[in-house]
């Protein structure tokens, strides 16, 4: 069993659209990382959200945390090629410091 | 600027060999962790560690070993390498001391076994 799903899977849009990426579970945790990968590297923390209900932007890329802390999303405004790659959601468990990591959603912004 | 290292980006390897795949952080961090990451399967945890000499498993020891002599290195050994071990190995860092539910992550290397 996946505890964090992410959808969705695959996303293929054109330079300029906005998107939304949903990581979801029915776990509480007590923070939520989003990475993003591109291809042939390891993944890189974007930001890490870990108050109900808070949303962080880091220019184009909003992010928010649920207010029961178990669900986060990533939307991006005006998509540009660069920000294509796989965007991982990720979080520790109960009291764990070891995250759980989502599947990934994988990105291409097309010129 | 943090940094992990990983050995080699790309390795190619026979059914049988004994693989080593090295992985070294400059942050002075205290966990480390081995990952392997397949489409449709996203990163799986192999072994941790959270201190020189100590290990715990993972979801997926099974074929795998891994070594922590010093601080700064985490070894991921394959004993008798297989086919299905075919994937990308990745490695990261934490540290009890900042947050540590981020990690930090190696570039990668990618293990083919033929």
């Known amino acids: 069993t996946q505890l964090l799903e992410q959808s969705p899977q695959f996303l293929s849009i054109q330079e300029g659209e906005n998107l939304t990426v949903y990581c979801n579970s029915s776990s509480v945790f007590s923070s939520l990382q989003w990475y993003r990968q591109e291809p042939g590297e390891g993944p890189v923390l974007l930001v890490t959200v870990v108050t109900g209900g808070e949303v962080k932007k880091l220019k184009r890329l909003t992010f928010q945390f649920g207010d029961a802390r178990k669900d986060s999303s990533l939307h991006i405004t005006a998509a540009q090629p660069g920000d294509t790659g796989l965007y991982l959601c990720a979080g520790p468990e109960g009291g764990s410091y070891i995250p759980t990591f989502g599947r990934g959603t994988s990105l291409i912004v097309h010129p | ?114």
Not at chain 2, 49 to 67: A, F, N, R
Not at chain 2, 69 to 92: D, W
């Open chain 2, 1 to 114: 600027d943090v940094k992990v290292t990983q050995s080699s980006r790309y390795l190619v390897k026979r059914t049988g060999e004994k693989v080593f795949l090295e992985c070294v952080q400059d942050m002075d961090h205290e966990n480390m962790f081995w990952y392997r990451q397949d489409p449709g399967l996203g990163l799986r945890l192999i072994y941790f560690s959270y201190d020189v000499k100590m290990k715990e498993k993972g979801d997926i020891p099974e074929g795998y070993s891994v070594s922590r002599e010093k601080k700064e290195r985490f070894s991921l050994i394959l004993e008798s390498a297989s086919t299905n071990q075919t994937s990308m190995y990745l490695c990261a860092s934490s540290s009890p001391r900042g947050r540590t539910d981020t990690q930090y992550f190696g570039p990668g290397t990618r293990l083919t076994v033929l």
